[in-house]
């Protein structure tokens, strides 16, 4: 008999056949459909496949995608086999769930696709991100992974990757994003990230926010996980930098003597920070960096493989798209997914750190639940005129709604329907201005999949399995 899923498409119309949250409007969706329950009972008919390898457990407002990305690459350098699962994806639906630098391949996709949906249960019919994060811990059991990163989609105590127990968990930093889903305060969607801290999990915790902070030592606390202050534990600052990439110095404070200035004379320390090379711009990455190095040294009596020589193969390797990326030289194009007040402030002070006396033209478009009057109130005072554009995705913002606000802000746009048109327009403006690609990962990604048909150089997010 002939399975019923047969190409990729027809795998992919399955998955979304089941309730997509990402795709729903904000003001459809109760809280109260969020369960663990439907994806516990499919996994269960799977055999729990999460459980038969060492996770990773990574949450966060911003950086998380980041900080998942050098974790994973350190453990690749290591030669440890590992797996990593993300979302959104770019351009392709393989990139969510990789393997040593390979995408699910098509085959295995169709495969699994087919498999995990041949068990569901009728009374615990799952979302389509229930579906997703099965098909990928499945896959990661049958690599036989040593490691899995995992990133959760949103939120963390009812997201869906939540059922494993990681021998770490991270939380990033926290600002307020998806406040229809996880509340409309700091406080509130810090508890909802405190989700994934399980009993006796060292728990590294750099979500900046004192009160975001607070709360998340209370549940540290309660479950009596052991608790990585990256702030107060460890400090980070560029030793140089450009648009291009940063080498980072990353001390630990406990085992900082003292800074070479303040030495007398003829006196000696062996204190000795890190040097770690990243190619990825802009000062919040020293944090995230921080952040993926605390997690590797709190890892490291259980991967012995862990070495500094292979965290600084592995930073230097790290590649995350759409993070303040540059995708054309002549113009200069850059590709950066801020989608909430304060990324798009770390964008801004990017842009004014490297481009602060150039001619700032940006390319915005975001979803519809997003503050953008917020995200204007950063970036607007460095940019001259904006253009304002959707992606295909279905809360994407009317750009004449965004055009309004960029004039209240008293800047010059117009409104281009669509990234193709958006695009038309930078090439028919002058080669000596900047311009900034942003608002929304869904925007950024159409865009750099349209650059990539023009300029092969631009690579891709993985390699095919």
């Not at 696709?113 to 990928?136: C, G, K, N, R």
């Not at 406080?187 to 590294?204: S, T, Y």
């Not at 902070?213 to 540290?220: D, E």
């Amino acid at each position: 008999m002939k399975p019923i899923i047969q190409s990729i498409d027809d795998a992919l119309d399955k998955i979304y056949s089941y309730v997509d949250y990402s795709m729903t409007h904000a003001e459809e969706i109760s809280s109260a459909v969020f369960s663990l329950e439907r994806i516990r009972n499919l996994l269960s008919k799977l055999d729990n496949p999460q459980d038969q390898y060492q996770t990773v457990h990574v949450a966060g407002t911003k950086g998380k995608g980041s900080v998942c990305s050098m974790i994973y690459q350190v453990l690749c350098a290591c030669g440890y086999r590992t797996g990593i699962y993300t979302s959104p994806h770019l351009i392709r639906f393989n990139e969510r769930i990789q393997v040593d630098g390979k995408m699910i391949s098509d085959r295995d996709l169709i495969r699994l696709t087919e498999e995990v949906t041949s068990v569901i249960d009728p009374l615990y019919p799952p979302s389509s991100f229930d579906l997703m994060t099965a098909i990928a811990f499945k896959y990661f059991q049958e690599k036989k992974v040593d490691f899995a990163v995992i990133e959760t989609g949103l939120g963390g105590r009812l997201d869906s990757t939540n059922v494993i127990t990681p021998l770490i968990s991270v939380i990033t930093s926290i600002s307020l994003d998806h406040v229809n889903f996880l509340g409309n305060t700091i406080e509130a969607i810090a508890a909802e990230k405190a989700g994934i801290i399980k009993p006796g999990v060292p728990i590294i915790a750099a979500a900046e926010h004192p009160a975001a902070m607070a709360v998340l030592r209370k549940t540290a606390s309660e479950r009596n996980a052991e608790w990585i202050d990256v702030e107060s534990q460890y400090g980070s600052i560029p030793a140089d930098d450009s648009d291009r990439g940063q080498t980072l110095m990353i001390w630990q404070r406990s085992e900082q003597l003292k800074l070479s200035r303040y030495l007398t004379a003829g006196e000696e320390t062996d204190w000795k920070p890190w040097l770690l090379r990243i190619p990825m711009a802009g000062l919040h990455q020293s944090k995230n960096a921080a952040t993926a190095l605390a997690a590797l040294i709190r890892l490291k009596p259980l991967a012995d493989k862990i070495t500094e020589e292979n965290i600084e193969k592995g930073f230097s390797e790290t590649f995350w798209p759409c993070r303040f990326e540059i995708v054309s030289e002549q113009p200069l194009i850059v590709l950066d997914g801020a989608h909430n007040q304060d990324s798009m402030r770390n964008l801004a002070a990017t842009i004014n750190r490297y481009y602060g006396t150039r001619q700032i033209t940006c390319v915005i478009g975001c979803s519809e639940d997003k503050d953008l009057a917020a995200m204007l109130k950063e970036i607007a005072p460095l940019v001259q005129e904006f253009v304002a554009t959707r992606s295909t995705h279905p809360r994407s913002m009317d750009p004449n709604k965004i055009l309004e606000q960029v004039l209240a802000c008293g800047r010059r746009g117009q409104v281009c329907e669509k990234l193709e048109d958006a695009l038309e327009v930078i090439q028919n403006r002058p080669a000596d201005c900047v311009y900034i690609v942003t608002g929304s990962l869904f925007v950024t990604a159409g865009f750099r999949e349209l650059m990539m048909k023009s300029h092969p150089e631009i690579r891709y997010f993985a390699g095919d399995e």
